[in-house]
């Protein structure tokens, strides 16, 4: 008989080769006194002759119904053929030669239990290291241990035993049906059983120790060495990425340098990194990727790119996948569904990715993904507030959202602007200031640029257009005004007649007309883009619409579903608040006289070039080192990071959250800080004696106090420390800091 091991054979025909070994113990190892006799083999007695025909009938009986349950077996889970023909060949000489019956089936038991061995030894077949079928007593009885420390064990052994099969993980970790081999998985590579006697117990990855890791991350000189790393990148999306690296690699060098000079103090180990964007994987993925080559939005791929070429200039060692096969292989997912844990500890310090990707790793790593999920950054671009992040308050108090509600610390999700401090700023760099800063470095005497009295409208699209003829023409009235309105063959674009239409133009050709452009327009649509940064940077004003009322999730289906209850107070609300005048004009665009007499103001006014330090290659290293060093969400103590010293305790009025308190002082709200707050020293400093101290409601406003009744609350999770929020009836105690002049994400002492 020969087993044909197949990977997807091999666990079925093992299993039941280990029932048929033990139906074969049972009838001929018990009574013993038989099993002395057999080896001999020759000259027994009738009765003895008689005896053994009755248990090889037995027998028999027992391999037919076993025969018959292994073609059943065998047609449910498309065994390949072969296991069952010579399952039943073995029932058929079992019966022909009940002569030599006893002999065989000795000669069959050795060799089963040789291809046990060797099935357990062999290297081909896809089974983990550390993976020890329960060699040593076939008929071991494994009991449900009850231990207080693990009281989900035999509510776990019972759902493996219903489902075990549901996922071949399962069998790949060595389940077979049995309790033994199920309460071996649930102490090794889950923990919710105890380990289990008389084996050597591995426990599961994450609480085994890293292997240390200890090169220094350096600053790199070349970017070469990255291309590579972004060879796995298919299609546009990955050219995208790859080129805008390539092009500003110059300008990431002398960055570089500066920040090697001026910034980095001591050197840290390097960070292995994985950066896995979701949303290029798969079939959405060639859709995204699609809309690069057609204009679509590019915003993710720009902060890709630019985090990318960030940590490779900071010295870390990085991985990048766009592909969920490789993701599963670097990750080291077990084969299956993805409901077992992966084999190994995970082999990165940090994975960035967006909200596709973390519901990608969560079908990939089973129970692993909540213990390593302090590991995750999410590339979130108009971010995650608390309220939304914690699934049960975002339900019980109607946050209703499709994101959110993955119980990360809300700074683990990355935002594109520094659009809600409980989100940590990532950014991107503004490439034109990059470029036109190279290029002015090399002047003895930079000066503004030479600007004719243009305008270029913010607005590819005539949608866009629609309803501001009014606007446009009083801008027109005072500047030439030109647009870059796509035009299908054959049609012209739907524009007032005094506007300048260039068509849709390159990017190359867009720059060169903003260059000379005194005023870029914006219509109120796109929200919150980079167009306006890279136009400040080349020495335009941006005129925008002031939103009154404010857009946000209630009103707005763009808004709508996203994790956030921000007001947007204009098209650029962080162009508004953090550059202003006189290189951010906002008007009620409705109001006649005031865009009129805005549009006035601005051509009295020269401005230079300008780009907020934070958009620069140079801040984004030095705020995305500051966060590689100190963030940590994986330890259970609170934040370190910034120190205590920057806190500035500030009690806001009632119905202000404490982004705006904080912005009202200059100051940033900082939720690291939070914590030093919330104890009732904090109110007595503030000089509020409370009658109660709360701390039993659900609230992410709290710590507040409520003038009525003087009562104070504390918040009890720390999930929901809150820079946003706001009630009629609290009063917030918010934990504002300074920060660096262009780098909100950054207090002045602490990097
Ligand atoms: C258990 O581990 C020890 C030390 O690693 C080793 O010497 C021993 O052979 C192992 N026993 C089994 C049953 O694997
Ligand atoms: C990153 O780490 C891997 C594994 O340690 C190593 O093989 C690779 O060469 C490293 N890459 C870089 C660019 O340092
Ligand atoms: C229009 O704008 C002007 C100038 O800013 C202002 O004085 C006036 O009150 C505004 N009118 C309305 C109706 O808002």
Known sequence: MRFTLRPRSGCLVLCLSVSLLTLLLQSLWVPPEMTREEPAGAGRSPEEQGHHGNSVRRLALRLEALSSQVQRLARERDAPQPAKEELTNLLQSLRQDQEGLVRSVERELQ??????????????????????????????????????????????????????????????????????????????????????????????????????????????????????????????????????????????????????????????????????????????????????????????????????????????????????????????????????????????????TDYHGLAHLQGAMGLAFQHYQCRFRILDSFGTEPAFNLGTYARSHGYNTLWGSWRLQPLQYMTMFPHTPDNSFLGFVSEEAMVEQEEREEEVEPGPYRKDNTAVVYGKQDYMWQGKERYLEVISQELETHGTVYQPPGHSAQLPSNIINHGLLTQDQFLQLLRRAKVFVGLGFPYEGPAPLEAIALGCVFLQPRFQPPRSSENSDFYKGKPTTRQVSSQHPYAEEFIGKPYVWTVDMTNTTDVQETVRAILRTEVKPFTPREFTSEGMLERVHAYITHQDFCSVSFPTWPPESALRIHLGPLGQSCVSVCRRASLVCEPALFHHLNNPAAFTRLGLSCSSMDQEVDNHIFPAYSPWGRRCGLQRERLLFSCAGSDPVHRRLCPCRAHRAGQVALCPDCL
């Not at 220094?216 to 546009?236: D, H, N, S």
């Not at 910034?263 to 292995?272: A, D, E, G, V, Y």
């Not at 720009?302 to 070429?309: C, E, F, I, K, N």
């Open 111 to 352: 060799r089963m239990a040789q291809k046990l061995e060797s099935l357990g030894h062999q290297p081909h077949t896809p089974r983990p290291q550390g993976d020890h079928r329960p060699q040593t007593g076939l008929r071991e009885v494994c009991e449900v241990p009850e231990d207080p420390v693990y009281p989900h064990c035999a509510e776990k052994v019972e759902f493996l035993q219903a489902r075990w099969d549901s996922d071949p993980c399962y069998a790949f970790y060595g389940v077979d049906g049995t309790t033994c081999s199920i309460l071996t998985y649930l102490s090794e590579r889950e923990d919710f059983c105890p380990p289990h006697p008389g084996r050597n117990h591995s426990a599961p990855p994450w609480h085994q120790q890293p292997h240390t890791h200890k090169e220094k991350a350096e600053v790199r000189t070349t970017l070469r060495p990255l291309y590579e790393v972004f060879g796995g990148i298919q299609g546009p999306a990955g050219r995208f990425i790859w080129s805008r690296v390539e092009r500003l690699s110059a300008c990431w060098i002398k960055a570089g340098h500066r920040i090697r000079e001026n910034t980095i103090k001591t050197t840290s180990l390097q960070k292995r990194v994985l950066l896995y964007p979701g949303v290029l994987s798969g079939g959405a993925g060639q859709r995204f990727g699609a809309m690069v080559d057609q204009g679509g939005p590019l915003g993710e791929l720009v902060q890709w790119a630019d985090l990318s070429a960030s940590l490779f200039i900071l010295g870390h060692n990085l991985t990048f996948t766009t592909s969920q096969n490789h993701l599963h292989s670097v990750i080291g997912a077990a084969p299956g569904k993805g409901s077992c844990p992966i084999q190994r500890p995970l082999p990165f310090d940090i994975i960035y």
